[in-house]
């Protein structure tokens, strides 16, 4: 596989208003997402859940602040991902505004529960914009340490990247990880993401991941 060049630099603020990026249109192409053009969602898209063996997605909601601070104060949770997480007004400020984000319809946080106990806060799965500006559509996953090692990260994302194609019809989903995280990149792996090559995210060097419609369709 050759080695990319590193991604260009992020072009636009875009937080799911009026373009459809990722969805092969250009800024004044008509969305083929099948959205009213000017459709606006706050946070992930409510009507959207996902239900898997062992866990339930749901749109992630203010409510769920407080679980999302106290699993990033995990030091291993935030050990790879840059943020605001020593500040505890800026980080708590970071997840209420990811949480708020205007995303595209089907897009934002899912946070995932157990199914056997929908108290239970396993983590979220994020589809949006890459650091939240595309135009790349990402999705990325985090969850409280003591649910690593048993195969929730894949079982929470395999939907989301299967909803993304499937309902979304995305052009390209891509996941950007620190090349030492390693459990990060299986999990990219184990739901198809090609490996593309370096990239820059947040500033820090990066392995980019993604697969497209193309790819997925062929595969069928
Ligand atoms: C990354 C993360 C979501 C993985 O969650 P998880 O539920 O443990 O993931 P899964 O169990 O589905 O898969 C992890 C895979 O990585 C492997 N893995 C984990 N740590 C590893 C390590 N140090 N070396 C090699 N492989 C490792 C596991 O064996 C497993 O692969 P396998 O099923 O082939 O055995 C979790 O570690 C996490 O929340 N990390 C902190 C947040 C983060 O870094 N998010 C990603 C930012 S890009």
């Excluded at 897009?107 to 529960?113: D, K, R």
């Excluded at 950007?176 to 993401?193: F, Q, T």
């Amino acid at each position: 596989m050759g080695q990319p060049a590193m991604a260009s630099q992020r072009r636009s603020r875009y937080e799911g208003r009026r373009s459809c990026a990722g969805h092969g249109g250009g800024e004044d192409a008509e969305p083929d997402c099948g959205a009213p053009h000017d459709m606006i969602v706050t946070g992930s898209d409510a009507c959207t859940t996902f239900e898997t063996e062992r866990l339930l997605l749901r749109s992630r909601t203010l409510a769920d602040t407080n679980d999302c601070v106290l699993m990033d104060r995990e030091p291993e949770v935030t050990r790879y991902v840059s943020g605001p997480w020593s500040n505890a007004s800026a980080h708590r400020e970071f997840i209420e505004n990811r949480t708020s984000g205007l995303w595209l319809p089907g897009m934002g946080y899912w946070t995932i529960v157990l199914r056997q106990d929908p108290a239970i806060f396993v983590g979220w799965v994020l589809l949006i914009p890459v650091d939240a500006v595309g135009p790349e559509i990402e999705i990325g996953w985090r969850l409280r340490q003591r649910f690593w090692g048993q195969g929730l990260a894949t079982e929470a994302a395999r939907p989301v990247l299967t909803h993304a194609f499937e309902v979304l019809k995305l052009a390209e989903v891509v996941a950007e990880i620190d090349p030492d995280n390693l459990g990060s990149l299986r999990v990219a792996e184990k739901i198809g993401l090609k490996q593309r090559g370096p990239v820059l995210h947040s500033a820090r060097p990066a392995v980019r991941y993604s697969l497209t419609l193309g790819e997925v369709a062929g595969a069928s």
